[in-house]
């Protein structure tokens, strides 16, 4: 099953009222932060809150992530204690840096008997994170990993590359780490656009994101859901046109047929393939559009 993944919203645990706000945002997952966003002399009070947040319910179809503290903090062992018992859909690892980092998460998990239903994501923050991603990816049936969040500020930090428009010299790393998720099935977010009074900036960065093979973004202002929905939805013309490929290849004189043309246009199977998962998405994201 397909599950939209356009835009998922960072909110921080310590602030109630965003907890609240976050069930009616058009956000496709929110992700309830104790990490970047929490001070320390807050954090316990934040991880009670997104508990009793959790419990209310009422984030309809929104994917409910908790993205707990990097496990050389203090906290993080009570963060999945909490976020085990909580049951959100999955846990956000920062920092994540070698398979034995994403084992560690999934024994704790197992410890606690938390449900199999709780996904592990991780983000790839480190140098050793991206030039492992592979590795990473191999792993993902043993430690519960469900996804990639590429987080390129953490990553121009502790490398010294610098943020550019059009994130250039990131570029290979960036494909290196799709790469890696798509070899192994997973999921791959790209990570925040800090300018968030940028409009054109942001929405030239979503652009690039969803065309490098991104499944979607995560954002850190409510303002820049609406255009990352958009960008990263398929357009209609080119769901048509899909449904147009399906229906070429569907005709009896097309069914053993590696290539057919259609309009002019030599269209192989691979394209079928690809008019698939098109379809499949664009109907995934009417099912969860509000009436």
Not at 61 to 77: F, Q, T, Y
Not at 89 to 110: C, E, N, Y
């Amino acid at each position: 099953m397909i599950r939209p993944r356009r835009s998922l919203l960072f909110m921080p645990g310590s602030n109630a009222r965003a907890l609240e706000k976050a069930r009616n945002l058009p956000a496709d997952g929110i992700i309830l932060d104790l990490e970047d966003s929490v001070a320390p002399d807050a954090k316990a009070m934040a991880r009670e809150q997104i508990a009793q947040a959790i419990a209310k319910g009422g984030f309809g179809r929104r994917e409910v992530l908790i993205r707990i503290n990097a496990l050389d903090s203090p906290w993080w062992i009570d963060d999945v204690v909490m976020a085990g018992r909580a049951r959100p859909d999955g846990i956000l690892v920062p920092k994540i840096s070698s398979v034995g980092d994403l084992g560690t998460v999934a024994d704790r998990l197992s410890d606690i008997d938390a449900d199999v239903s709780i996904r592990v994501w991780a983000m790839i923050e480190t140098a050793r994170a991206v030039l492992h991603a592979e590795e990473l990816a191999a792993a993902s049936r043993d430690v519960r990993l469900a996804g990639f969040v590429f987080g390129p500020n953490d990553i121009s930090r502790e490398t010294r590359i610098r943020m550019r428009p059009g994130r250039a010299a990131m570029i290979p790393m960036i494909t290196h780490c799709i790469l890696a998720a798509r070899l192994h099935g997973l999921e791959i977010l790209d990570g925040p656009y800090s300018d968030f009074s940028n409009v054109d900036g942001f929405g030239q960065e979503c652009t690039q994101a969803r065309d490098l093979g991104f499944d979607g973004k995560t954002l850190i202002h409510p303002g820049q859901i609406e255009a990352c929905n958009a960008i990263f939805t398929p357009p209609a013309e080119e769901v048509a046109r899909a449904r147009e490929i399906i229906a070429a290849f569907e005709r009896p004189e097309n069914a053993a047929r590696g290539a057919i043309s259609l309009d002019g246009q030599m269209v192989e199977r691979l394209h079928a393939d690809m008019a698939r998962r098109t379809i499949a998405i664009a109907d995934a994201i009417a099912a969860t559009a509000p009436p």
